[in-house]
C-alpha cells in the first residue's frame, strides 16, 4: 500500500513539473473580443513570482487553457466575460497584483494592451 502511495504521489508531481515546464517561454497574445488591443501576456515573470499554472488556468483540469475556452464578449452561464474575469473586483485574475489601489505591480491599460 505504502509504495502505491509512493507511486501516485510521484507521477502526480511528474505531470505537474511537465504542466510547469511547457509554459511558453515567449509573451503570447490573449485576444479581448474587441474594443482595446489584445494583450500581450509573458509568462515567464509571472512564474518567477512563484505563481503556479493553475492560478490563472483554473479549468485546466478540464483541457482548458485558454482564457476565451471560456469567458467571451458576453457572459456564458457562470463564467464572466472577459473583462471582468481579468479586471472586475473578487473575481479578476489580474486585479490583485495589477489594478488594486496599492498593489506592488500596478499596471495601465497600455502596458498589458500592446497588440
Known amino acids: 500500500m505504502k509504495r502505491i502511495a509512493i507511486l501516485i504521489i510521484t507521477l502526480l508531481v511528474g505531470v505537474g513539473l511537465a504542466i510547469a515546464m511547457d509554459a511558453p517561454t515567449d509573451p503570447i497574445k490573449v485576444t479581448n473580443f ?14 518567477e513570482q512563484g505563481l503556479e499554472c ?3 488556468h483554473h479549468t485546466a483540469d478540464q483541457g482548458k487553457y485558454k482564457c476565451g475556452d471560456c469567458h467571451g464578449k458576453a457572459a456564458q452561464g457562470d463564467a464572466p466575460k472577459i473583462k471582468d474575469a481579468m479586471h472586475k473586483k473578487g473575481v479578476g485574475k489580474c486585479y490583485d ?12 491599460c497600455g502596458d498589458c494592451h500592446k497588440g
Do not use: E, F, I, N
Not at 474587441?34 to 512564474?47: C, F, N, Q
Not at 497584483?97 to 495601465?108: D, I, P
Open 54 to 56: 493553475t492560478q490563472c
Open 34 to 47: 474587441g474594443g482595446k488591443k489584445v494583450v500581450t501576456y509573458p509568462h515567464a515573470p509571472h512564474l
Open 97 to 108: 497584483c495589477h489594478l488594486k489601489k496599492g498593489s506592488v505591480a500596478k499596471k495601465k
